[in-house]
């Protein structure tokens, strides 16, 4: 075949006019800090999730911070989540001076395998972390009844899950607190941020405190009209806040949610079919359980040759590519910290150094998948 020579890339946001225009509207206001954009933007999450609070942040990284610090986790502590998940989850676990403990996978849909997950509970376990891998929801009626038969709390790593529905609810709609994230790469974006939905109100406002410096009142209600700039700080916090200019983007993206996800659908649907019967590779599975898939990765496995050698292939023939994740549970840090903690993972390391992520965003063509799925096939039958 031949080879195309415009690189296409793993991942590229879907921004159009609408979402320039929010966004200069935004500048021309005269206000870009959090404000009422801001507001507005978690609105839209209440909304999509039927949370009673949504907390916009600069990252989702932050997200998980706030909410192990507002949930007093700490040195002693114990967090059940899958090694098959970004690095971020296990750092803000450290930094916390709390414990990582590693449940497996399933090999199919990569998600937490959630009948796994009681023998992983000890009396030092306070929170279970699991992943709505890909944009894929786990099973959250087990995980529910787990938590509440051993008191613990559940924080959903939403970050794949926009648009993911377990059995007709939306991620982030179970009542526990629940993170998302808007990098370029997500299904909606504000360049970098976050959002925690939460219905806990409680644990709403502690967060709401730790996302800025401790203060209770936004700067646009401090400054604004009538408004008083004094305040005063009971408990320190962080500077989380997502500024009205990212949420102006924000905005805009989520309005065109269900069409992004769509389009995403078709592609990996497309992808499916491409890639049927072609040796070599296994494609992602699905959980057996009601969902609405979000399609923010498409990801096979790579059996016929070597990873890196696959991944080199793919550079020949001017194609992009991600890798979701490296384990956790690998990474040097882990491994001279928390070594006795991690117990056999096998799905996890048998599908470790098979993953990569194939290009998968809106603005891609049907042809562009066809080109994907025509150069796999051929790196496969060369590589054999």
Known sequence: MKIRSEFLPFSRP????SEISKVVACLKSGWITTGAQAK????????????????????ATAGMHITLSALNIGAGDEIITPSLTFASTVNMIA??????????????????????????????TKAIIPVHFAGAPVDMDKI?????????????????????????????GFGNPAIFSFHPIKNITTGEGGMITISDALLGKKIRLLRFHGIERDAWKRYGKGGNPAY?????????????????????????????????????????????GISGIDLPQIPDYEH??????????????????????LAEYNIGYGLHFPPAHLLTYVQENYLAEIGPLPETLRAADKIISLPLFPDMQDVDVQY??????????HGR
């Open 40 to 59: 507005e933007f978690e609105d839209k999450f209440c909304t999509l999730t039927s949370a009673k609070q949504a907390i916009a942040l600069n990252s």
């Open 144 to 172: 529910n009844l787990l938590a509440a038969k051993y008191n613990l709390t559940v924080i959903e790593d939403a970050a794949h899950a926009v648009g993911t529905y377990y059995k007709g609810i939306s991620a982030g």
């Open 14 to 17: 879907s921004i159009g006019e």
């Open 95 to 124: 930094l916390r001076g709390a414990t990582p403990v590693f449940v497996d996978v399933d090999y199919g849909t990569l998600n937490i395998n959630a009948q796994l997950i009681e023998e992983a509970i000890t009396p030092r």
């Open 292 to 313: 609405t898939h979000a399609w923010h990765l498409y990801i096979i496995k790579v059996l016929a040759l070597n990873r890196d050698d696959f991944m080199n292939k």
């Open 372 to 381: 994907v799925c025509e150069a796999i096939k051929e790196i496969v039958n």
């Open 232 to 276: 005063d700080i009971a408990e320190p916090g962080y500077k989380y806040n997502l500024p009205d200019l990212l949420a102006a983007l924000g905005l805009a993206q989520f309005e065109r949610w269900p069409e992004l996800n769509r389009r995403r659908t078709h592609l990996a649907k497309f992808y499916n079919e491409r890639l049927a």
